[in-house]
C-alpha cells in the first residue's frame, strides 16, 4: 500500500505553507453563500492542500455572482475563509475579465476584448479596447486583489488562460493590435505585466500572487507550448507560482478532458513551460489517482497537482490515502456528463457517481446514521442501481441481498466500458461491488428473481433494479406505429450484439449506424466498426452527434474528433425508411425524398425496453417494491445512482 510521502509534504509559495501537494484549480460551481462554502468545506476537510474560488470577474461591466468589484464581497471572503482555515486549507481566489466571452452586458453594451474577434461560444462581436478600457480594467485588478486579500483569503491566481480577456491580450491568432499592446510577444505581454503589477501594488507580498497561463490553447495559429514557455520565463520573476491549463473555447474538451482522453492529458504540453521555471508549478489534466498524483510530482513534472473531478467524486480522497484506504476512494468516470455537462447546460454542477456533489449543504457524502429499524431487503438487478443501493443500505445496517441474472455484475455499463476509449466508465460499478464485498453483503449470480424467490426469502422490502434492454421490434420514434422494414434481416443488429452479447458479430463494410437516442451508445458501436476497418455513416433523427447528452462540446466533442478523423459520416435529422440486404434507404420526416446508403451491416440504437415483468407481477399480487435505474424508463448511469442513493437513504 502507497504512502505518497511526497504528496503530503507542503510547499513555501510566497508567503504562503500549503501543507500538502494536492489542490484545487479554481472551476465553475454556480454556487453562492452557504452552497458554495459547504462545496469548498467538505473538501477541506477531506485534507485538501489548497483550493482556488472560481473564476471572479473584477469589472461590473462583466458581472459575476461574487461581487468582487465592490466591498460587498467582504463579509463572504470572511466566511469562507475562517471555515476553510478551521480544516488547515489554503484558500485562493482566481480573478479574471472574461473578455469576448462575457455575457449579460446588456443591449445596450459590447464586450469588452483585444479586438473584434467573436468568442465562438458566444457568437458577439467584441469592442476593442481603448486605453482607458485598458486602465480601467487593470485598475480593476487591483482592487479585486485588495478585496481578496483583505477577505483573508490567502492567494490570488490572475487567470492568463482559456480564451479569456488576457489570454486574448497574449495571443498571436487574437491579438491584432498595431499599438504598444500589439505586434510583437513583448507588447503582447504587456497587459498582463500591468495586471500583475496592479495586484502587487495593491497587495504586495501579503499574499500569495500567482498566474495560470496555457500550455497550449488548441486556437488555430495561437499559444503553443514553446509561446508559452517563453510567456512563463517572463512573468516569472513577478509572481510566487505557475499554473498551466490547455484549452479555449475554440477547442472547449481540451479545457476538461472527458474519459476519450488519456490520464494526465496535459503533460506533454507542460514540459517546454515546467522545464525553463524554477518557481512552483501546479499542473492539471485528467489526473485521478494518488499514484498518478505522486508519480508527477517525484518526477519534477509538477510541485502541486490539482485533483478538481477527482475530488467533486470523493472529497475524502486525500484523508483517506492519507489512512491507506485508496481501495475506499469513489472513483471519477471522466465522462463530465455530471460536473461540467450539467453546469453549462442546466446551471447546476453535480456529479454522475457523487449525490452530494454542489450539495454538502443539504446532503451528506455518505449516508449519516444507521437505520431506525434494519430491515431485510432483496436487491433485484446488479447493474449501478442496484449496487448503489445494496451499498448504502448495507452501510445503514439493513439486511441486503443483491440477485443478478446474468453471469456478471455492472449491467449496462459493463457493456459502456467494454467500447473503445471508454473503460473508465467501469470503474465505478467494480468499486461498488468491492465495496459490497468489504461490508459482506450477499451477491447471488445467475439468479434471475421472480415471485417464487421472493416469496420463498420474504424480505421487508424489495427493490427492482432489472434495467432495461434493447427492442428488437423495429420501433424508431420518428415513426411509432411502422416498424422500420427489413429490421429482422440477419445482417441488423442492436448494440449489444455489436458488443458481444449473444455471441460474435460478423462485421462486413461498409456499416450504417441508426441513433434514436442521441446517447455515447451510438458513438460508442461507430467506435467498434471502426476499429473493425470498415466505413461507418451513422443516420441519426437528431442533428448532431450525441444531441441528448448535457452539452455535448465538453461530453462529445472528444469523440466527435475521433470518429470525423476516421472513415466516418454522419448524417443528421433523418429516420430510416427501410433496411435491404445491401443497403439503408433514409429520409427526412414529412418530405417524400429519400437517400439510399449501401450497407452490409446494420446497428440500431434505439430506446430500452425497460424490464419490468418482475414489478408488474409484484403489483399484481398486491407487493409493493420500490423501482430504482433504468427500469423507470431512463438511460443513464447518473439517474440510476443518485436515484438508488436517494431511495437507500430513505428506507
Known amino acids: 500500500m502507497a504512502r505518497y510521502d511526497n ?65 460587498e464581497v467582504l463579509p463572504f471572503y470572511e466566511e469562507i475563509s475562517g471555515r476553510v482555515h478551521a480544516h488547515g486549507m489554503k484558500l485562493f481566489q482566481q480573478i479574471y475579465h472574461p473578455g469576448a466571452s462575457a455575457p449579460g452586458v446588456g443591449v445596450l453594451a459590447s464586450p469588452w476584448s483585444v479586438g473584434e474577434t467573436p468568442n465562438p461560444m458566444l457568437g458577439v ?140 492529458a496535459e503533460m506533454d504540453a507542460n514540459r517546454p513551460i515546467t522545464a525553463v521555471i524554477a518557481k512552483p508549478c501546479m499542473v492539471v489534466g485528467r489526473i485521478m489517482t494518488l499514484d498518478h498524483a505522486s508519480a508527477i510530482v517525484a518526477a519534477g513534472e509538477g510541485d502541486m497537482v490539482s485533483m478538481v473531478r477527482a475530488l467533486i467524486a470523493d472529497p475524502e480522497l486525500v484523508n483517506k490515502a492519507r489512512r491507506l484506504e485508496e481501495h475506499r476512494i469513489r472513483p471519477c468516470i471522466g465522462t463530465n456528463i455530471g460536473c461540467v455537462g450539467q453546469l453549462m447546460s442546466r446551471g447546476v454542477l453535480s456529479c454522475v457517481v457523487n449525490i452530494a456533489a454542489a450539495r454538502e449543504d443539504k446532503v451528506a457524502f455518505e449516508p449519516e446514521g444507521r437505520a431506525a429499524r434494519p430491515k431485510r431487503i432483496l436487491i433485484a438487478g446488479g447493474g ?42 467501469g470503474q465505478i460499478t467494480r468499486w461498488l461491488e468491492s465495496e459490497l464485498e468489504a461490508l459482506q453483503a450477499p451477491v447471488h449470480l445467475n439468479s434471475f428473481v421472480d415471485l417464487d424467490l421472493v416469496r420463498a426469502l420474504d424480505p421487508d422490502e424489495v427493490i427492482v433494479a432489472t434495467g432495461a434492454q434493447p427492442r428488437r421490434d423495429g420501433f424508431q420514434l420518428a415513426r411509432p406505429a411502422e416498424p422500420i422494414p427489413g429490421h429482422d434481416l440477419p445482417h441488423v443488429h442492436d448494440s449489444w450484439s455489436l458488443f458481444g452479447v449473444g455471441g460474435r458479430v460478423r462485421i462486413e463494410g461498409p456499416a450504417v449506424v441508426f441513433d434514436d437516442t442521441g446517447t455515447f451508445e451510438a458513438l ?57 440486404p445491401d443497403a439503408v434507404e433514409i429520409g427526412v420526416l414529412y418530405t417524400e425524398r429519400a437517400r439510399r446508403l449501401p450497407a452490409r451491416i446494420v446497428v440500431l440504437v434505439g430506446f430500452n425496453a425497460p424490464n419490468r415483468d418482475l414489478a408488474n407481477a409484484l403489483a399484481a399480487q398486491g407487493r409493493p417494491a420500490h423501482l430504482i435505474g433504468d427500469v423507470l424508463g431512463g438511460n443513464g448511469i447518473m439517474t440510476a445512482i443518485h436515484g438508488a442513493a436517494e431511495l437507500a437513504r430513505r428506507l
Open 7 to 71: 504528496l503530503f509534504q507542503p510547499i513555501q509559495v510566497g508567503p504562503v505553507v500549503i501543507p500538502n501537494r494536492i489542490v484545487r484549480s479554481a472551476h465553475g460551481t454556480l454556487l453562492h453563500g452557504e452552497s458554495l462554502i459547504a462545496y469548498h468545506e467538505a473538501r477541506a476537510r477531506g485534507g485538501v492542500g489548497m483550493s482556488t474560488l472560481e473564476a471572479t470577474s473584477v469589472h461590473p461591466g462583466a458581472p459575476s455572482r461574487l461581487p468582487l468589484y465592490s466591498d
Open 125 to 264: 462581436t467584441p469592442m476593442a479596447m481603448t486605453q482607458a478600457m485598458i486602465d480601467e480594467v487593470v485598475e480593476a485588478f487591483g482592487a479585486a486583489a485588495r478585496r481578496v486579500r483583505d477577505g483573508g483569503l490567502d492567494g490570488i491566481d490572475i487567470h492568463a488562460s482559456s480564451g479569456y480577456l488576457i489570454h486574448e491580450f497574449l495571443s498571436p491568432a487574437l491579438n491584432s493590435r498595431q499599438d504598444s499592446y500589439g505586434g510583437s510577444p513583448e507588447n503582447r505581454l504587456r497587459f498582463l505585466r500591468e495586471v500583475i503589477a496592479a495586484v502587487r501594488a495593491a497587495v504586495g507580498r501579503d499574499i500569495a500572487v500567482g498566474v495560470r497561463l496555457p500550455n497550449e490553447d488548441h486556437v488555430p495559429g495561437g499559444l503553443s507550448p514553446e509561446l508559452n514557455a517563453a510567456i512563463a520565463r517572463a512573468i516569472e520573476p513577478l509572481v510566487d507560482y505557475v499554473s498551466l491549463h490547455m484549452g479555449s473555447y475554440w477547442r472547449f474538451h481540451k479545457l476538461i478532458a472527458p474519459t476519450d482522453d488519456p490520464l494526465g
Open 384 to 425: 449501478p442501481a442496484g449496487l448503489e443501493a445494496a451499498r448504502t443500505l448495507a452501510l445503514r445496517g439493513h439486511a441486503v441481498e443483491l440477485h443478478e441474472a446474468t453471469g456478471r455484475l455492472g449491467g449496462q455499463v459493463a457493456l459502456a466500458a467494454a467500447a473503445p476509449r471508454r473503460a473508465d466508465v
Open 524 to 580: 460508442s458501436a461507430a467506435d467498434v466498426l471502426l476499429a473493425a476497418g470498415v466505413p461507418v455513416t451513422l443516420v441519426s433523427r437528431l442533428e448532431k452527434l450525441g444531441e441528448s447528452l448535457p452539452y455535448p462540446p465538453v461530453t462529445v466533442g472528444a469523440a466527435r474528433e475521433r470518429l470525423m478523423a476516421g472513415n466516418f459520416d454522419f448524417i443528421g435529422g433523418h429516420y430510416l425508411r427501410a433496411i435491404t
